[in-house]
């Protein structure tokens, strides 16, 4: 099949807005990887310069190792699925799935065949005389999925293939794409803003702000090792707690001692120019009596948020605010005051640049 | 889609009450109005039944008379004395040529222009889409005279080409087709793309099916428009059987009362109202499908 090579690739629009700034990612051949951030952080941007939709203003892009920097889109052979599907309206889905062969030339009884083939896989085989406007949002994603399978192409790209589905389809349409991606081995761009499905989808995930990568890798590792505060706040539902310390009065500024916002010392020593401390809700406990070796601190339960397996604390804490987990039912009710401890090995340090320590 | 509503939602409440008076009320003006607007018509019309003698002998009888074939025939075939003998079925002929010439020749140039105005970039775009906004500022009769004068240079007078091409070009309908490409999702095109559509595939595949309601509409709004021409046809046609019906219905009325056909005259106008009226009640359904409807 194919590899994605993007090495140093830039955007810059006619009115001088930089909307990425030189990412350089290595897809290997059948991976699926995906591009998670928030809006504007160019994530779109990079995709479409892969698809050949929008030009590459520097650097360069290569598919299966040939570099397709002037290539039109036809010729990339890449096929899209897009965040509205753009399904031409007028014509039945069998057409909508065959129209990208018939212009490429593939002989009738070819078409006929792959269209109905992926049609069985995509169980679309009874829609196969609709129009678009007579499907389902779930069905027309299908058969933007069948679209995009029927041609066989050398790299997938989604666009936020899910964000027009509600929750529980797009819970299905995500685990679909991941056993299709793998099945078929077609490698795969996959842009979304949401960190759930970037979590679950990705071979590799890379996660980018402002028109940059700040972090790539395997999703676990960005999950336990995030490279910076933003990975760290944008990664994981609820986001990682991020609390300011500084160093105790009267002290050097890269001293192992250091306090919390509201004064308070902590009785673990932290790396000298750490500025923020982290920790995930589901590595915080709500103790009684306090071990040694730990973070603790003293929070005011402010809402709680039960999920039913979970339930979710939301609290003042350290001059802060922090989500803290607790499985099952939750007893704590808003205005109790709670001791919180998290383990010394579970704590994440980022200097002032938001740099992980 | 046509299908039926549900009684008593939104649009089909009477306006007027619910009760049985002002339902009676409601049609009685209707069909008051009706009257109004159908009498004229049906008057032509049985005045094109009777014979020149009954016409000019008010007053004319409100029921059809007896002479339709005759009549009829001798306007189709016979020709009109003032018009040097040509028929009727001329003047149809031509005028159906100049209405589908302008209508159809409107709707390839403005959805060609409207297609390169939405889809591509090119050096002065803006520019040129201002300068046909601003052509709908100058209306045919602004510019008849250096129109006139190319057609007479070009040798197109009393030729169809003379009769069809200056009024091909239109503002309105490239405006139109602009504003509902607009409205085409860009997701849409960058698909086509994908699926290796080049720039006519795209046009022909794509756009130009989804934009058949409005042709369709445009075509009707068009063809009455060119059918109804009055002030060019005349500058640009001097030959009897070249002429429209619309201004050969003109010089088949004298001044003197006496010296014209009148019930020849009843018959052309009638032959002139039919086509308008078949394109309108065939077309109708695509018709209001254009202008209410997208199909998205």
Redesign the interface.
């Known amino acids: 099949m194919a590899t994605v090579d993007l090495k140093d690739v830039r955007k810059v629009y006619p009115g001088g807005v930089e909307a990425v700034k030189g990412v350089s990612i290595a897809i290997p051949d059948k991976e699926l990887c995906v591009l998670v951030g928030p809006s504007g952080c160019g994530k779109s941007t990079l995709l479409r310069m892969i698809?050949g939709?929008e030009t590459i203003s520097s650097g360069t892009c290569a598919i299966d190792g040939k570099v397709v920097n002037a290539v039109?889109?036809?010729e990339r052979d890449?096929?899209?699925v897009?965040?509205?599907?753009?399904?031409?309206?007028?014509m039945k889905v069998y057409d909508n799935m065959a129209?990208?062969l018939r212009?490429?030339g593939t002989p009738k009884d070819e078409i006929d065949s792959r269209v109905r083939s992926t049609a069985k896989v995509l169980e679309l085989s009874h829609l196969l005389d609709r129009r678009p406007?007579e499907l389902s949002g779930g069905q027309r994603q299908r058969v933007a999925m069948g679209?995009a399978i029927v041609?066989n192409p050398k790299v997938f790209l989604f666009d936020e293939p899910l964000s027009n589905l509600d929750a529980k389809l797009r819970g299905q349409m995500r685990v679909e794409i991941k056993n299709l991606q793998r099945s078929l081995g077609v490698t795969s761009v996959y842009v979304t803003h949401d960190q759930l499905e970037a979590m679950t989808l990705a071979d590799i995930l890379v996660v980018m702000n402002a028109g940059l990568v700040e972090q790539m890798g395997a999703p676990l590792d960005i999950y336990e090792k995030p490279a910076s505060t933003f990975v760290a706040s944008f990664i994981g539902a609820p986001p990682m707690n991020l609390l300011a310390i500084a160093a105790k009065p009267n002290s050097p500024v890269d001293t192992a001692e250091k306090v919390l916002a509201n004064g308070e010392g902590l009785e673990i020593s932290a790396p000298a120019h750490a500025a923020t401390l982290g920790f995930r809700p589901e590595d915080a406990d709500v103790i009684s009596e306090g071990t040694t070796g730990s973070l603790k601190l003293s929070a005011t339960v402010e809402a709680v948020e039960p999920v039913g397996a979970e339930s979710f604390l939301y609290c003042a804490a350290a001059g802060g605010r922090i989500v803290v987990r607790v499985s099952g039912r939750a007893a704590a009710k808003p205005g109790d005051q709670l001791k919180v401890m998290v383990p010394a090995g579970k704590l994440h340090w980022f200097d002032s640049t938001g740099k992980r320590v | 889609m046509a299908e039926p509503k549900a009684p008593g939602s939104g649009h089909d409440k009477l306006m007027i009450g619910q009760s049985a008076s002002g339902i009676y009320v409601a049609h009685a003006i209707l069909i008051l109005g009706l009257v109004i607007v159908a009498f004229p018509i049906y008057y032509t019309f049985v005045a094109s039944t009777q014979t020149l003698q009954t016409i000019l002998r008010p007053p004319l009888p409100l029921l059809p008379g007896s002479e339709f074939w005759n009549n009829y025939s001798e306007a189709l075939f016979g020709g009109a004395g003032r018009l040097g003998g040509v028929g009727a079925g001329t003047l149809l002929w031509n005028t159906t040529v100049m209405a589908l010439g302008i209508a159809v020749g409107k709707i390839v140039i403005s959805i060609l222009s409207a297609y390169a105005i939405v889809f591509f970039r090119f050096p002065f775009r803006m520019a040129i889409f201002w300068l046909i906004f601003i052509t709908l500022m100058l209306p045919v009769e602004v510019r008849i005279l250096p129109t006139y004068k190319v057609m007479v240079d070009l040798g197109l007078i009393d030729t169809y080409a003379g009769l069809i091409i200056p009024l091909i070009a239109s503002a309105t309908a490239t405006l139109l087709f602009r504003q509902f490409f607009m409205t085409i999702?860009g997701?849409?095109v960058?698909?086509?793309?994908?699926?290796?559509?080049?720039p006519w595939?795209f046009f022909f595949?794509?756009l130009l099916?989804?934009s058949r309601t409005n042709i369709a509409a445009l075509f009707v709004i068009l063809f009455i428009y060119g059918w109804t021409q009055y002030l060019w046809p005349l500058l640009v046609t001097n030959r009897n059987d070249m002429t429209t019906i619309v201004i050969a219905l003109k010089k088949m009325v004298s001044f003197a009362d006496a010296d014209t056909q009148w019930h020849l005259v009843m018959v052309t106008a009638i032959l002139a109202i039919v086509p308008p009226i078949l394109v309108v009640v065939l077309m109708q359904r695509w018709f209001v499908r254009g202008l209410v409807d997208t199909?998205?």
Do not use: S, W
Not at chain 1, 82 to 90: D, R
Not at chain 2, 190 to 198: I, P
């Open positions: 698809a939709l039109g889109p036809t890449i096929a899209m897009f965040q509205n599907y753009a399904l031409y309206p007028h129209y990208g212009n490429r406007r679209r041609r | 999702p997701e849409l960058e698909a086509a793309r994908v699926d290796g559509a080049g595939r595949d794509i099916p989804l199909e998205k």
